[in-house]
């Protein structure tokens, strides 16, 4: 059975030397769907990456619990569960690419494999089978990871997490610093593993328009506390609390709403791309 994540009054927070950060999070409670993508949103600092490193046993928590399919962690965890954990839950840290480290692609690739228990003789077609999936030619995994484009190393770093064929997977800003192209393409990819191989995805992100193209629901994050958790549609109806939350709103909404109150017509529904405010004003015979 697919795996479901949940987190149970989970406070955090990092141990500093001698002493105890403030709480990074703060009562987080949260069920997770298997094969949903989720986009985690909130102002700086509010506990995004931080809820990441929970649920993939990076960070324990002080009081609570988290649920990753059967294995429960709490503060005491041991060693050997949170290893488990981290193959379950891959996590794609900020600019992953700078952790690229070997002399091939393929080395660096391998690593994480070889690392949890793989047998050396099955992690060459594992290499190619996740350089596939990333959409780069296999040719790429006997060049130097230093030799590639932005784009191609971003993309490398993640091939080197689905290479622990996790089931859920975790990414923290993975657009960041892509241009257009880049960032379309790879949210692109991120849609089918979701959509055709029911990979769990849980994106923390700036990008609302990312958000409300891609995603299925939305966790806003604030102070530590998890204040909304729905479906990506329902967190745009009322956009008053976007602006509290120091969310922007996409452009189709914003549009939208504009045309509302100039117009007096309401549209049938809430839009959220260009697409879907075309159809719409068709609907109601604006255009
Ligand atoms: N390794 C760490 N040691 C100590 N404090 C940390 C550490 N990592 C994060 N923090 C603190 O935890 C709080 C939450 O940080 P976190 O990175 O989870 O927020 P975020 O919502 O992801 O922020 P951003 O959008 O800026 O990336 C911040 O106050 C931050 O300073």
């Known amino acids: ?91 794609v840290f900020q600019f992953p690419e700078s952790q690229l480290f070997a002399e091939t692609v393929e080395q660096d690739i391998s690593f994480g494999p070889l690392n949890f228990g793989a047998h050396p003789r099955n992690v060459h077609a594992l290499a190619e089978k996740v350089i596939a999936q990333v959409g780069l030619d296999e040719s ?31 990414l923290d800003e993975p657009t960041a610093g892509l241009d257009p192209t880049g960032k379309e393409e790879l949210l692109s990819l991120l849609k089918q593993w979701n959509k055709q191989n029911g990979l769990t995805i849980l994106m923390v992100t700036h990008d609302m328009e990312s958000v409300a193209r891609y995603a299925d629901d939305v966790v806003v994050m604030e102070k530590g506390r998890a204040v909304f958790h729905d479906s990506m549609r329902k967190l745009f109806e009322d956009t008053e609390r976007l602006e509290k939350w120091q969310l922007d709103v996409p452009d189709a909404r914003r549009f939208q709403l504009e045309f509302e109150v100039r117009s007096g017509t309401r549209l049938p529904r809430v839009c959220l791309t260009e697409d879907e405010l075309a159809d719409a004003l ?5 255009v």
């Open 140 to 170: 790429i995994l006997y060049r130097s990871p230093f030799s590639l484009s932005g784009g191609q190393k971003r993309r490398v770093a993640i091939a080197g997490v689905l290479a622990l064929e996790p089931e859920v997977l975790a």
């Open 1 to 91: 059975m697919a795996m479901r994540l949940r987190l149970d009054h989970v406070t955090a927070d990092y141990q500093i030397g001698p002493v105890r950060s403030p709480r990074v999070l703060r009562e987080v409670s949260m069920s997770l769907q298997p094969g949903t993508f989720t986009a985690v949103v909130g102002p700086t600092g509010a506990g995004k990456s931080s809820l990441l490193k929970v649920l993939n046993g990076l960070l324990l928590p002080q009081s609570g619990q988290a649920e990753i399919g059967d294995i429960t962690i709490d503060g005491k965890s041991s060693k050997r569960l949170l290893k488990a954990v981290r193959k379950r839950v891959g996590l």
């Open 282 to 286: 068709i609907e109601v015979g604006r």
